[in-house]
């Protein structure tokens, strides 16, 4: 299947500070990527449709000022969540959509500790 | 509202039985379905999907059922093997163009040596 690579795997942080978490399709392009979050023992919550070249499209009630959000190329999107604080400690993982086969595929996934 | 549901949290087979995990949804819009597999700590891996066009789709020891009737779909892991416990999500997306994916909870199989 089609390669996704997610990093950082892991990042601990303070409160208040930024962190960004890169997504990129290593073997195909795509025009669109999607962020979600997943908390213990619940399913995936899609965050956001990032669109190569334009604004991201963000789910109700997830705020766009604080999980901004760059696809600026059909290979790279980035995740930055911004004044970090424990309560956005999660599992952030993104996906990539392969176009032709419709299908999503998945980054490995971004532990996020803010202490 | 759950538009993907998966009702068993757990399901437990005995090595080389065969797995059966269901998953329903309630939005008649969906016509394109995937189940992932998920270790933790790690993102989903794609294993199959379905059309809303067909019923069966076959891929090696992976059969993925539609029942568009019964808004029903379910996966059979034939023979069944230790590696594949795992946590399998359902997803569904709708509309063509669409691509957003809503996710069931998941359902932990745990395939007994």
């Known amino acids: 299947g089609a390669v996704v690579s997610q990093h950082p795997s892991r990042v601990i942080c303070k409160s208040g500070t930024s962190v960004k978490i890169e997504c990129r399709s290593l073997?195909?392009?795509?025009?669109?990527m999607f962020w979600y979050r997943q908390f213990p023992k619940q399913s995936l919550m899609l965050m956001a449709t990032?669109?190569?070249?334009?604004?991201?499209?963000?789910e109700q009630g997830v705020e766009k000022d604080k999980f901004l959000i760059n696809h600026a190329s059909l290979t790279l999107s980035t995740l930055t969540v911004t004044s970090a604080h424990p309560e956005d400690s999660s599992f952030y993982i993104c996906?990539?959509?392969?176009?032709?086969?419709?299908?999503?595929?998945f980054g490995a996934g971004t532990r996020l500790s803010v202490l | 509202d759950q538009q993907v549901k998966q009702n068993s949290p757990s399901l437990s087979v005995q090595e080389g039985r065969i797995s059966i995990l269901n998953c329903d949804y309630t939005?008649?819009?969906?016509?394109?379905f995937l189940w992932y597999k998920k270790y933790p700590a790690e993102g989903p891996t794609f294993l199959i999907s379905?059309?809303?066009?067909?019923d069966k789709n076959e891929d090696g020891r992976f059969t993925v059922f539609l029942n568009k009737s019964a808004k029903h779909l379910s996966l059979h892991i034939v023979p069944s093997q230790p590696g594949d416990s795992a946590v399998y999500f359902c997803?569904?997306?709708?509309?063509?163009?669409?691509?957003?994916?809503?996710f069931g909870k998941g359902t932990k199989l745990s395939v007994i040596p």
């Open positions: 996906s990539a959509r392969d176009r032709p086969r419709d299908i999503q595929y």
């Open positions: 073997d195909f392009q795509a025009t669109t």
């Open positions: 990032s669109n190569e070249g334009s604004k991201a499209t963000y």
């Open positions: 939005n008649s819009m969906f016509d394109y």
């Open positions: 379905i059309s809303s066009i067909k």
């Open positions: 997803a569904a997306s709708s509309g063509a163009g669409s691509y957003q994916l809503t």
